[in-house]
Protein backbone atom coordinates (compact mmCIF):
# COMPACT_ATOMS: atom_id res chain seq x y z
CA UNK A 1 0.00 0.00 0.00
CA UNK A 2 1.02 3.71 -1.11
CA UNK A 3 0.39 6.71 1.47
CA UNK A 4 0.75 10.07 -0.45
CA UNK A 5 0.21 13.15 1.75
CA UNK A 6 0.08 16.79 -0.07
CA UNK A 7 1.65 19.68 1.36
CA UNK A 8 1.85 23.44 0.61
CA UNK A 9 -1.45 25.04 -0.02
CA UNK A 10 -2.71 28.30 1.18
CA UNK A 11 -4.20 31.60 0.44
CA UNK A 12 -1.70 33.46 -2.20
CA UNK A 13 -3.04 36.62 -4.24
CA UNK A 14 -3.12 36.73 -7.84
CA UNK A 15 0.14 36.58 -9.79
CA UNK A 16 1.84 34.91 -6.73
CA UNK A 17 3.57 31.04 -6.42
CA UNK A 18 3.00 28.24 -4.24
CA UNK A 19 5.33 24.97 -4.57
CA UNK A 20 3.02 21.91 -3.65
CA UNK A 21 4.76 18.61 -2.39
CA UNK A 22 3.66 14.88 -2.23
CA UNK A 23 5.52 12.64 -0.45
CA UNK A 24 5.04 8.97 -0.68
CA UNK A 25 5.76 6.02 1.48
CA UNK A 26 7.31 2.95 0.40
CA UNK A 27 10.10 1.73 -1.70
CA UNK A 28 8.83 1.60 -5.03
CA UNK A 29 7.95 5.20 -5.40
CA UNK A 30 10.71 6.05 -8.07
CA UNK A 31 8.35 3.66 -10.84
CA UNK A 32 5.36 5.07 -10.74
CA UNK A 33 4.03 7.86 -12.76
CA UNK A 34 2.70 10.65 -10.88
CA UNK A 35 0.11 12.89 -11.65
CA UNK A 36 -1.75 15.89 -10.08
CA UNK A 37 -5.24 17.15 -10.43
CA UNK A 38 -7.39 19.57 -8.64
CA UNK A 39 -11.25 20.01 -7.83
CA UNK A 40 -12.59 23.83 -7.65
CA UNK A 41 -16.56 24.09 -5.30
CA UNK A 42 -19.13 22.65 -7.77
CA UNK A 43 -16.97 21.07 -10.57
CA UNK A 44 -15.68 17.50 -11.17
CA UNK A 45 -11.80 16.73 -10.19
CA UNK A 46 -9.78 17.68 -13.08
CA UNK A 47 -6.05 16.89 -14.54
CA UNK A 48 -3.12 19.18 -13.49
CA UNK A 49 0.09 17.41 -14.36
CA UNK A 50 1.61 14.33 -14.72
CA UNK A 51 5.15 12.87 -14.71
CA UNK A 52 7.04 9.92 -15.78
CA UNK A 53 9.11 7.62 -13.52
CA UNK A 54 11.88 8.77 -13.85
CA UNK A 55 11.16 12.90 -14.67
CA UNK A 56 11.87 12.73 -18.15
CA UNK A 57 8.65 13.38 -19.26
CA UNK A 58 5.85 15.63 -18.59
CA UNK A 59 2.22 16.64 -19.45
CA UNK A 60 0.42 19.34 -18.19
CA UNK A 61 -3.77 20.77 -18.70
CA UNK A 62 -3.59 23.54 -21.13
CA UNK A 63 -5.11 25.92 -18.92
CA UNK A 64 -1.87 25.20 -16.60
CA UNK A 65 1.02 25.32 -19.27
CA UNK A 66 3.81 27.71 -18.90
CA UNK A 67 2.67 28.46 -15.61
CA UNK A 68 3.19 25.42 -13.64
CA UNK A 69 5.75 23.30 -13.34
CA UNK A 70 5.88 19.57 -12.09
CA UNK A 71 9.08 17.61 -10.50
CA UNK A 72 10.04 14.74 -8.76
CA UNK A 73 12.89 13.55 -6.60
CA UNK A 74 12.85 9.96 -6.09
CA UNK A 75 15.65 9.98 -3.62
CA UNK A 76 13.09 11.47 -1.43
CA UNK A 77 10.40 9.81 -2.91
CA UNK A 78 8.57 13.38 -3.32
CA UNK A 79 6.44 15.23 -6.30
CA UNK A 80 6.66 18.70 -6.47
CA UNK A 81 4.10 20.85 -8.28
CA UNK A 82 5.33 24.54 -8.84
CA UNK A 83 2.41 26.77 -9.19
CA UNK A 84 3.84 30.42 -10.83
CA UNK A 85 1.26 33.61 -11.65
CA UNK A 86 -1.70 32.16 -10.34
CA UNK A 87 -5.16 32.91 -10.79
CA UNK A 88 -8.42 32.82 -8.86
CA UNK A 89 -9.43 30.51 -11.58
CA UNK A 90 -6.46 27.76 -9.96
CA UNK A 91 -8.37 28.02 -6.77
CA UNK A 92 -9.23 24.60 -5.50
CA UNK A 93 -8.37 21.25 -3.85
CA UNK A 94 -5.00 19.54 -5.26
CA UNK A 95 -4.76 15.93 -5.21
CA UNK A 96 -1.23 14.14 -6.42
CA UNK A 97 -1.65 10.55 -7.42
CA UNK A 98 0.18 7.69 -8.24
CA UNK A 99 0.14 4.89 -11.29
CA UNK A 100 1.69 2.29 -10.13
CA UNK A 101 1.09 -0.01 -13.58
CA UNK A 102 1.95 2.68 -15.50
CA UNK A 103 -1.06 2.79 -17.60
CA UNK A 104 -0.52 5.97 -17.88
CA UNK A 105 2.67 5.58 -20.58
CA UNK A 106 -0.24 5.61 -23.11
CA UNK A 107 -0.88 9.22 -24.47
CA UNK A 108 -4.66 9.10 -24.33
CA UNK A 109 -4.90 7.95 -20.83
CA UNK A 110 -2.95 10.26 -18.79
CA UNK A 111 -5.53 12.57 -17.81
CA UNK A 112 -7.35 9.36 -16.91
CA UNK A 113 -8.44 9.13 -13.27
CA UNK A 114 -9.33 5.63 -13.08
CA UNK A 115 -5.10 4.71 -14.12
CA UNK A 116 -3.79 6.18 -10.83
CA UNK A 117 -3.78 3.62 -8.32
CA UNK A 118 -3.35 5.77 -5.31
CA UNK A 119 -4.43 9.42 -4.00
CA UNK A 120 -3.64 11.87 -1.30
CA UNK A 121 -6.06 13.78 0.74
CA UNK A 122 -5.47 17.05 -0.77
CA UNK A 123 -4.16 20.40 -0.28
CA UNK A 124 -5.85 23.31 -0.72
CA UNK A 125 -5.16 26.21 -2.59
CA UNK A 126 -6.82 29.61 -2.70
CA UNK A 127 -6.05 32.00 -4.99
CA UNK A 128 -7.29 35.68 -4.28
CA UNK A 129 -8.01 38.64 -6.60
Known amino acids: QVQLVESGGGLVQAGGSLRLSCAAS????????MGWFRQAPGKEREFVAR????????SYADSVKGRFTISRDNAKNTVYLQMNSLKPEDTAVYYC??????????????????????WGQGTQVTVSS
Open 97 to 118: AADAARRTMVPGRIKNQRDYDY
Open 51 to 58: INWSGGST
Open 26 to 33: GRTFSSYA
